[in-house]
């Protein structure tokens, strides 16, 4: 990794007036509005860095840092930083005040605004797989099968649910994974679990309908609001969303988005009981259930929950993705829709997007029918099982009761609270130390945030994590003086 | 084609109270909905099942045309009639109304509505381009190539613009196919160009803002209304569309949507002249341009024009899809952003659906790099040349002053106007006769609908267009008794 790095041409002025760290950021920032780094160019390590300047390597981290947050530099796992595609060579607002032009939609300045106060980048969010033993040699080997030769079906196919053989495929993996019973009739494929969310909301609310969701919870929802309507967090418990938050603080909520597998960020799978009772409470409310079911593949212990969706068929979407169970660039997925919904969800997409791009599918189809994902799965499972054990003996180990880690029966994350403390400089310090984490306050939207890690554990490699462990352990030790080193 | 045709077990009761149209819908309708007939199988051709039900093909063809028009079966290029997939074994509007259910947001009933109203399947629109000389060996071999051993840029990417070899390659195919100048900066790769005009719609308008949209026009524009807008229908003429008209019936448009290398249904190619005074009004009204430039790439005759977005790079957003130079299923598309607006765009991009799937994009990528599509494009515009004049040969020929062709430069489709007549019931002799052919009606939004239709011309064999022409001539000599078959 180190050697694909780019020479930094920066230099420090001392003494000067202005901090290290403010040097940094000035002349970086500069380099990458220049195109002098160009986009995807990757940065040296702190320590490289640290090394070549001769100065420690704080104030080289805290600007990395910034720059991340601003935009210029990307974190991505297993390659590092890099200068982010967009910023580079083209200053954006530089341009925009020619008198003549007008401004955008308040739609659009509120879809800009989202995304910028979340600062959400896919890469910094914990949970990607691992690829290692993914069968790509295959993959690459069906890709060749499904297209050298391509049946008309294939060059011609414009169903807006998707290729049929993929939906049957799918359905029959959903029946031998998740017990789930289904048929192909009922599925639509779509390009990951936000397209599904963004179709349902389309179709079953109008602008200003309320939607609950859970709080903390999946960022990504933020899609529903695109739309017009009204996100309302409610709070989440030991066994899931709070059902009686959901009818003092939602009332006439016409949807309800939640994570039931493996909740995010807390990992609360949620107990059959509250299935039953949020349920009941969505009956009561008609009120449209999305269940966005992340992780159900990856069960370490306990007993297996039914999905929402085989406890009522008529009021649940079911929300599915093959990005976890394969790799993260693949934007597959699909949605299970009561049987009533599916005429009018396909008329709806073939407005929005005429039909699914044909190229993926005979090959996912062919994964799937051939067996390769439920072996890729089983063996997953094995691997995040013991990455799983490996990082929570390890953290007992190194932290002892500074955290606690919270009871979760599987998943590609763990989350651990903290006493007390500032989790936005803790996540920058376990980053630092090789792991992959998100401040759980990030996560929090209207309830106190509690401070917190979503730890990534998909990657990590078995025989060094206790020394990762250690490491951020040491780095952390005074977790008041941790607080302080927050940026402004 | 015919041996993959499943039997059809029917039978005509004679005599019978009921035509033999009737009893033919009833018994596969039955037939479909309880799922005898399986979702995709193809029906024998109505010569086959003439012979089989020694009848005559008249009312089989009627039979057909019904169903098709109802949803149930589905007419495609080169497979002919099949049965839909969505209908088949659940009869969607069955199970609707179990008092609990909640209905459907306002947005989603018009959505649907829509979708219904137009009765647009893209199947039955011409203008597909033909798959033969398309080097698929080539492509299922790149397709191996990218992903047998992936980087890990291929595994991990994310970017909200989509991968940044693609963009570049794209931007150099721009430069030189299209004289276009524009860098991967400016560039999103979408899935199609109804996925690019969705998001400007996003970012661009607000519910109740005013889009002029050509009128006879694209039907796949009411994407734009599908976000609130109000689509504000303005005349064409031969030009293009009209500039006073606009000014006239949509003068506080944010908006105005065009096709101008190749205006469907028309065929006119925007004229320079009118280029410029359609800019200069966008600027007075502060107006944004949506360009889809579709068969820009095939043009056979006269001077080659500027796309408006190379009149003007702060106003327009450019819509391309390789959908029409490649192959159908491929869903893949672009857009060219103004600068200012890329970023807005990206973040909008990043709330809905994340990222494009990478899967395509390097294949696509390398297949641009080393030319392929340039050279295919090449092949495919000197057998598309010649399948347009063969057709204009063939319509002078055996309909004479009957029609009036349309004169255009370049297209996969060919508009003929007709005296007089009904073009849905013309469009059907048509398609009886093995044309691709569309009614010029149907794509009429206030403007009072001339009879005529839009011919696909890609697919056309040259050895037969001849007397396939003739036949249609035939068919539909009686023109005034034509008229008299509309399905009512």
New interface residues.
Partial sequence: LESRAVALPVSLSSPSKLSIERQLVDQLRRLIKHGALF??ARLPSSRMLADDLGCSRTPIVAAYDRLVAEGYLLS????GLQVA??M???P?????S?G???G??????E??D???RLG????QMPG?PS?EGFP??L???L????????T????????P?GY?PLRQAIAAHLRMVRGMVC?A??IIVT??T??GA?LAA??????G?QVAIEDPGWP?W??LA???ATLRPVPMDDEGISVEGLARLAPSA?MVAVTPSHQFPTGVAMSHRRRLDLLDRA?KQ???ILENDFDSEFQYSGEPLSALRSLDE??VIYLGTFSRSM??????GYMVL???????F???R???????????QP?MAAFLEEGHLARHVRNMRRLYKARHASLVAALRRHFGDRIEIVPTCGGLTLTVMLRQGCDVALARDARACGLSAYPFSATAVETTPRPGLVLGLAELPEDHVDAMVARFAALSAPASAVGMSLPA
């Avoid at 991505?76 to 390659?79: A, E, G, I, T």
């Avoid at 389309?202 to 602008?207: A, E, G, K, S």
Wanted: hydrophobic residues 35%; aromatic residues 6%; glycine residues 6%.
């Fill in positions: 986009p995807g991505r796992p297993r390659s595609t967009r580079a060579a083209s954006p607002a530089r341009k925009v020619r003549e032009v007008i955008l939609s308040q739609r659009g300045r879809l800009a989202t995304q910028q959400l980048r896919s890469a990607h690829i790509f040699e993959w690459g080997n890709c060749t099968r499904a297209w050298r030769r391509p008309s079906a294939l060059v011609w196919g414009d169903d649910a049929l048929d009739e009922q390009s990951g936000r397209h963004d389309r179709v079953l609310l109008d602008p309908d990504a933020q899609v695109s739309h017009g016409r009956r008609q009120m449209w008529d009021r790799f993260p660039s693949l934007r597959l009561p049987r009533h919904l599916v005429e009018t396909l008329q709806a073939s407005t929005i997007d005429g039909f699914p791009p044909m190229m993926l090959v």
